[in-house]
């Protein structure tokens, strides 16, 4: 379907891209056909497109069933698509956003440089070497990685490692590591700014198919259940709602045509420690309720599964997602 974001005939090219490729509504090759959308070792992508939409700070009993404050996510999303009722977080309670943002780029918080405990910008001395991580991995196999940030501005750089208004550089995890951002890491890192979008400019690449293999999303704070000061005034669940209401329709629409997948996670929660997880897409179970048990790490090495990557050693012994899918969506490990 259209704009109301639930499967469509787009389950059709995810069979045909699972074989020799598809090809998008505008005529953009997908998977399988081009060496450019290889994985590497030769490794092939099973879904060309995912789509990672990072929220915040609820628990997975404040959204699942709060039809008056997460209408969309409940009436909408959940009968259509799959989701996770055991994804618990791997910090305990009080860890804040950023060591978690860092975990889904690179599954772990501890590098030997560096360990990542606090919110702090990124800085000579909270950043870190370490090129063990998704988007190096995506850049050694030829690959292109976008992120879309809301709330950049002047004031953010074009490597956005300085908050402006209600973004935040603690949910943008590139922007940690030096061989995207720089040693120091510097706003006008041009390897950082090449990948860095602002939010705006998303639906204009989404309707001219100009869509990298593996794309970031991060909501303001106002918008991704957070909340701050200076927000409008209201339900912070509701806000988020109604955020994802607004802008995953056309990324559903993107990968329903293209074969493409939608994750939406959360980065923590309280100290139940188990978080709401949402899979989108034409090769997910409809109106399934996946009960393993997932951490960030999953969603990290299921990326890697999708888009043919070799498997970090940080995230080689989690659970992948593979339940939450249609049989052999995801291939064997590389």
């Not at 943008?172 to 040693?183: E, I, K, L, R, S």
Request: glycine content about 12%; aromatic content about 8%; hydrophobic content about 40%.
């Amino acid at each position: 379907m259209g704009a109301g974001g639930v499967r469509s005939a787009g389950a059709v090219l995810f069979a045909a891209a699972l074989g020799c490729g598809a090809a998008s509504s505008s005529g953009t090759p997908t998977a399988g056909t081009d060496a450019a959308v290889r994985g590497a070792n030769g490794g092939t992508q099973s879904i060309p497109y995912v789509f990672v939409v990072a929220m915040e700070n609820e628990n997975i009993s404040e959204v699942y069933g709060d039809v008056a404050g997460a209408p969309y996510i409940n009436l909408t999303l959940i009968p259509a698509y799959a989701r996770a009722t055991d994804f618990v977080d791997q910090f305990s309670a009080g860890v804040p956003s950023e060591p978690h943002y860092v975990w889904l780029e690179a599954g772990t918080n501890a590098f030997a440089d560096h360990t990542f405990t606090t919110d702090k910008a990124p800085s000579a001395t909270n950043s870190t070497a370490s090129t063990a991580h998704l988007a190096t991995q995506l850049a050694g196999a030829g690959l292109s990685w976008t992120a879309y940030e809301e709330g950049l501005d002047a004031g953010t750089g074009a490597c956005p490692i300085s908050g402006s208004g209600f973004y935040a550089p603690k949910h943008n995890p590139f922007v940690f590591f030096q061989d995207v951002a720089g040693n120091p890491p510097a706003e006008t890192a041009p390897g950082c700014a090449a990948h860095m979008k602002p939010l705006t400019a998303l639906s204009a690449d989404l309707d001219a198919g100009a869509m990298a293999p593996y794309v970031f999303i991060t909501p303001d704070l106002c918008h991704d259940m957070h909340g701050a000061d200076g927000c409008p005034a209201g339900d912070v669940i509701k806000a988020g709602d109604d955020w994802l209401r607004s802008n995953l329709p056309p990324l559903l629409d993107f990968a329903n045509a293209n074969a493409g997948v939608v994750f939406v996670v959360w980065d923590e929660g309280d100290a139940s420690g188990h978080l709401p997880f949402l899979a989108l897409g034409p090769g997910v179970k409809s109106g399934y309720a996946g009960s393993r048990t997932y951490t960030h790490s999953s969603v990290l090495k299921t990326v890697e599964e999708l888009l043919g990557l070799p498997i970090l050693p940080a995230v080689s012994a989690a659970e992948d997602l593979s339940d939450l899918f249609g049989p052999g969506a995801i291939p064997a490990a590389n």
